[in-house]
Nanobody
């Protein structure tokens, strides 16, 4: 059973940093794309960063390039993995609920769209405020 659970959200001042974690179980990262999305109040959910399993590369939304980093660790038996989102130099416009999501490989390199993501975590709130 695929499960995703985010943690690490909280409050941070503008210019500060947070690291989000997503505990992923029930699937192998080698065969799934994994992504971080965020949704601010009254806005649509948008892709922030993703890792394409097909290409083994990371992608970022233009607004976060150079400041956010997606990474992951894989357990020895490949059943419990963790995906991270390191967020630096945050600004108030990035206040949102952040979600991790997964989809089976095969959708190509454009992993920042919503297409194909069938597994979602419950989200974690990030508030950037002074």
């Amino acid at each position: 059973q695929v499960q995703l659970a985010e943690s690490g959200g909280g409050s941070v001042q503008p210019g500060g940093s947070l690291r989000l974690s997503c505990a992923a179980s029930g699937f192998t990262l080698d065969y799934y794309d994994i992504a971080w999305f965020r949704q601010a109040a009254g806005e649509e959910r948008e892709g922030v960063s993703c890792r394409s399993s097909s290409f083994g590369t990371a992608y970022y939304a233009d607004a976060v390039k150079g400041r956010f980093t997606i990474s992951h660790t894989i357990s020895r038996d490949n059943t419990k993995n963790t995906v991270y989102l390191q967020m630096n130099s945050q600004n108030a416009e990035e206040t949102a609920v952040y979600y991790c999501a997964a989809r089976p490989r095969g959708y190509g390199s454009r992993c920042l769209t919503h297409l194909g993501y069938i597994y979602w975590g419950q989200g974690t709130q990030v508030t950037v405020s002074s």
